[in-house]
């Protein structure tokens, strides 16, 4: 298991998509594409996806195989004990 900074956190989103991949590979034995990862949370858009796996992968909660478009592996099997932290967005019209 790697090694992790003590501040590390997950958002809900990412929250959400380790628990779809987790999902996915136990019903399916692989893990999904990218584009069912965005179907499977409601969404037609493959960005969001691919930003979250970007963040994902800099804290090295996954690695990705490069060339494959089912080669995510979550390195982190603890990953549920992380906490969740959604940021705060202030109003302008807040003082």
Do not use: C
């Not at 999902?23 to 996806?49: C, D, H, I, W, Y």
């Not at 982190?76 to 003082?95: C, E, F, M």
Request: proline share 6%; charged share 30%.
């Amino acid at each position: 298991m790697p090694s992790l900074d003590a501040d590390l956190f997950l958002t809900s989103r990412q929250h959400k998509l380790l628990d779809f991949i987790e999902k996915f590979r136990k019903a399916n034995e692989n893990s999904p594409t990218q584009r069912e990862m965005a179907e499977g949370l409601g969404n037609q858009a493959l960005r969001p996806v691919q930003e979250i796996l970007d963040v994902l992968q800099r804290k090295k909660i996954i690695t990705r195989k490069p060339g494959s478009s089912r080669g995510i592996h979550i390195r982190y099997p603890n990953w549920r004990t992380l906490p969740i932290r959604d940021r705060q967005l202030r109003s302008k019209a807040a003082v």
